[in-house]
Antibody, heavy 121, light 107 residues
Framework: EVQLVESGGGLVQPGGSLRLSCAAS????????MNWVRQAPGKGLEWVAY????????YYADSVKGRFTISRDNAKNSLYLQMNSLRAEDTAVYYC??????????????WGQGTLVTVSS | DIPMTQSPSSLSASVGDRVTITCRAS??????VNWYQQKPGKAPKVLIY???SLESGVPSRFSGSGSGTNFTLTISSLQYEDFATYYC?????????FGQGTKLEIK
């Protein structure tokens, strides 16, 4: 069974840093592209970042570019999101999500339960 | 990013109704649009990928159509478990953004 378990969320002051982790199991992690998606309280989904299966290619939403860094450790079956210069508007539940690629396209087929990040003084 | 505009933002309907949600892109997406369902406190779940392909295990009352810039998700006969929030997502560009969501409520 595919499992994605996020951790590392919590309360942080504006301008602070936090590192989220996502532990993957039940599949060959090193062969899948991964993503972070967030959801502010009462708001919609916002894609945050993408990383290729090897870790050599990353993309970011404009809202986090230059502040957040996505990375992975395939030997540890883990995905990370380093968040720096945090702002109040970064407050959200952060999900890791696996990309599933089919001939006709790709989509996010497996999601973690989410970890809450609260940026407040 | 390529903005995806969903409408309506909310919708009230009754069990048994046929419901359509629309997603419009600012540029052509081909057929690269997915649809997700999210219930309160839960992670999203994919329903439809590549505009019209039904994900395994998803009831056949869900269907998708469209191409280019206009896409629709249709639920042919609403069931109680379908009351949730629905999101479209573009998988055309590398920045894989979501629409704003449509909250489907019981009338």
């Amino acid at each position: 069974e595919v499992q994605l378990v996020e951790s590392g969320g919590g309360l942080v002051q504006p301008g602070g840093s936090l590192r989220l982790s996502c532990a993957a199991s039940g599949f060959t992690f090193s062969t899948y592209e991964m993503n972070w998606v967030r959801q502010a309280p009462g708001k919609g989904l916002e894609w945050v970042a993408y990383i290729s299966s090897s870790g050599g290619l990353m993309y970011y939403a404009d809202s986090v570019k230059g502040r957040f860094t996505i990375s992975r450790d395939n030997a540890k079956n883990s995905l990370y999101l380093q968040m720096n210069s945090l702002r109040a508007e970064d407050t959200a539940v952060y999900y890791c999500a696996r990309t599933y690629v089919r001939l006709r396209g790709y989509y996010f087929d497996s999601w973690g339960q989410g970890t809450l990040v609260t940026v407040s003084s | 990013d390529i903005p995806m505009t969903q409408s309506p933002s909310s919708l009230s309907a009754s069990v048994g109704d046929r419901v359509t949600i629309t997603c419009r892109a600012s540029q052509s997406m081909g057929t690269s649009v997915n649809w997700y369902q999210q219930k309160p406190g839960k992670a999203p779940k994919v329903l439809i990928y590549a505009t019209s392909s039904l994900e395994s295990g998803v009831p056949s009352r869900f269907s998708g159509s469209g191409s280019g810039t206009n896409f629709t998700l249709t639920i042919s006969s609403l069931q109680y478990e379908d009351f949730a929030t629905y999101y479209c997502q573009q998988s055309y560009s590398s920045l894989r953004g979501f629409g704003q969501g449509t909250k489907l409520e019981i009338k």
